[in-house]
């Protein structure tokens, strides 16, 4: 199985500044046949189901924010939130669907300072 | 809206068997590639199993933990997924979510990839 290690595990952004999370995989999920990075980030609020950010590693879903965005290839992924604003306090999660069983990270809290 | 309504948690003792249900609405269930994923309390989100289309054999797959216990199955006439669990241990408790998340080989169809239902807890006590 893929392992997908994400840091830091905690975070802590004053609002309006830039906050980033790194998601590393154990194996590279660049497929060489159409150069798509099986990589996929979510959002978890509580009390509320997983929402889907962006999938192929930088293309975000419609109707989220441009201050996502996500980057990196093969092994090495980060999300980036340019300006955070206080919705944006959640769980972070990223996600490879290159190989089954698709695997999460183990998350990463991120909190207003 | 797309909408997916999971039912049919509760409290089972170790040992027993469950099933849970997901109800999907406003969107080509046939189409769609459909996963569990589970939560535990405290804890990241976790893969249970998948299905794929009946177009695409309609097979499944498990994650290791649970592999031999549980069955994903499919309604397509109800727009209904089910996820039976036999043989319950206490590790098994947590909130199961029924999604489209996106998986090796799925048509990755950008209006109906990533949907989540609310979740259904299971908890698996003596």
């Known amino acids: 199985d893929i392992v997908m290690t994400q840091s830091p595990g905690s975070l802590a952004v004053s609002l309006g500044e830039r906050a980033t999370i790194n998601c590393k995989s154990s194996?590279?999920?660049?497929?060489?046949?159409?150069?798509?990075?099986?990589l996929a980030w979510y959002q978890h609020k509580p009390g509320q189901p997983p929402k889907l950010l962006i999938y192929?590693?930088?293309t975000r879903v419609s109707g989220v924010p441009d201050r996502f965005s996500g980057s990196g290839s093969g092994t090495d992924f980060s999300l980036t939130i340019s300006s955070l604003q206080a919705e944006d306090v959640a769980v972070y999660y990223c996600q490879q669907y290159y190989s089954t069983p698709p695997t999460f990270g183990q998350g990463t809290k991120l909190e207003i300072k | 809206e797309v909408q997916l309504v999971e039912s049919g948690g509760g409290l089972v003792k170790p040992g027993g068997s469950l099933r849970v249900s997901c109800a999907a609405s406003e969107f080509t269930f046939t189409n769609a590639w459909m996963s569990w994923v589970r939560q535990a309390p405290g804890k990241g989100l976790e893969w249970v199993g998948r299905?794929?289309?009946?177009?695409?054999?309609?097979?499944?797959d498990y994650a290791a933990p649970v592999k031999g216990r549980f069955t994903i199955s499919r309604d397509d006439s109800k727009n209904t997924l089910y996820l039976q669990m036999n043989s319950l241990k206490t590790e098994d408790t947590g909130l199961y979510y029924c999604?489209?998340?996106?998986?090796?080989?799925?048509?990755?169809?950008?209006?109906?990839?990533?949907?989540w239902g609310q979740g259904t807890l299971v908890t698996v006590s003596s």
């Open positions: 299905i794929r289309t009946n177009t695409d054999g309609g097979t499944t």
């Open positions: 999604t489209t998340i996106p998986l090796r080989g799925m048509p990755l169809v950008v209006a109906t990839t990533g949907v």
């Open positions: 194996q590279s999920v660049l497929y060489s046949s159409n150069d798509k990075n099986y």
């Open positions: 192929w590693a930088s």
